[in-house]
């Protein structure tokens, strides 16, 4: 069992940043692909990143060059570095990973870009 937990969405005006946070227990996540997923309101969820143990990175055509993943496995902690935010970004964001009994979620963190 793996409890994911998000931190770090709120409000932001366009062009501005935030850091999203997902913190994992229950086992290290160091020999697992882990990504960022977001759902805005009335569309379906979309990667947005992703990034392997061997931290090769994936990102959303949206997102490439404004949005930055990263992982810290000491602390077993997967990043979100989130610049030159767009409205169009506004969203609920979800932390991801895929284990041998299936995909775990965490609860979500909403980010909203608005002036």
């Known amino acids: 069992q793996v409890h994911l937990v998000e931190s770090g969405g709120g409000l932001v005006q366009p062009g501005g940043s935030v850091r999203l946070s997902c913190a994992a227990s229950?086992?290290?996540?160091?020999?697992?692909?882990m990504g960022w997923y977001r759902q805005a309101p009335g569309k379906e969820r979309e990667l947005v990143a992703s990034?392997?143990?061997?931290?090769?990175?994936n990102y959303a055509a949206s997102v490439k060059g404004r949005f930055t993943i990263s992982r810290d496995n000491v602390e077993n902690t997967l990043y979100l570095q989130m610049n030159s935010l767009k409205p169009d970004d506004t969203a609920v964001y979800y932390c991801?990973?895929?284990?041998?009994?299936?995909?775990?979620w965490g609860q979500g963190t909403q980010v909203t870009v608005s002036s």
């Open positions: 991801n990973t895929k284990l041998w009994d299936g995909d775990y």
């Open positions: 229950g086992r290290s996540l160091s020999l697992n692909t």
């Open positions: 990034i392997t143990p061997t931290r090769s990175t």
